[in-house]
């Protein structure tokens, strides 16, 4: 099995930076998925990552380090739409995804 | 509009009912799967099934059952609800099970188990 923490809240003013990290213990790794989910929605793909290394998509960023079993999401230039809960999934030998809890990140003025 | 639907979008259950919830992909995706979301656990994985014929357990999967006769379908069904399954449940699918081949998730059916 899994076991996959992030932390439960994050606070950050509207054009800063947060950064959500993830920590995991694994029985097998076949890659790292982020997602959004907005209150009341279905969760969406944010990124992936299988390789150790930062993947850059516009203001999102994700990093992985496998030999350390963690990782981050950087959410940049924050904007009021970006409030919503952030999901680490790691994907293990059977190809079955774990979800950690989430990490509720409320974007103020 | 390609995408996953799922009925209900919500439902309000006596305990001891039985109830199907309804999940239709139409991206001809081979992989779906059934979670259940409750606050502060996150997304756990009740049932899946690799491609249509085939299904496995999740992590958390008595007091469900699932059948794929198809590609697009992937009912769950509770045989004999009980209150500990009021949950916020989710489909999703994904191309395949490797790869960047990401899941794509349904609006959901929140249920009651009165």
């Known amino acids: 099995g899994q076991n996959i923490d992030q932390p439960t809240e994050m606070t950050a003013t509207e054009g800063a930076i947060v950064q959500i990290n993830c920590t995991y213990q694994t029985s097998g790794f076949n890659g790292l998925f982020w997602y959004q989910q907005h209150a009341g929605e279905a969760p969406t793909f944010l990124s992936y990552?299988?390789?150790?290394g930062l993947e850059e998509k516009g203001r999102f960023s994700s990093f992985l380090s496998r030999s350390k079993g963690y990782s981050y999401l950087l959410l940049k230039e924050l904007q009021m739409k970006d409030s919503a809960s952030y999901l680490c999934a790691v994907r293990d030998s059977d190809y079955k995804l774990s979800f950690g809890a989430g990490t509720t990140v409320t974007v103020r003025a | 509009i390609a995408g996953i639907t799922q009925a209900p979008t919500s439902q309000i259950l006596a305990a001891g009912r039985r109830m199907t919830l309804r999940c239709t992909q139409d991206m001809r995706h081979n992989a779906m799967y059934w979670y259940r979301q409750d606050l502060g656990l996150g997304l756990r994985l009740i049932h899946y099934s690799n491609t249509a014929g085939t299904t496995g357990k999740g992590e958390v999967p008595d007091g469900y059952s699932v059948s794929r006769a198809n590609t697009d379908d992937f009912p769950l069904t509770l045989a004999s609800a009980v209150p500990s399954q009021t949950s916020v449940y989710f489909c999703?699918?994904?191309?395949?099970?490797?790869?960047?081949?990401?899941?794509?998730f349904g609006p959901g059916t929140r249920l009651l188990v009165l």
């Open positions: 990552n299988v390789l150790d």
């Open positions: 999703a699918s994904s191309e395949g099970t490797s790869g960047e081949e990401t899941q794509y």
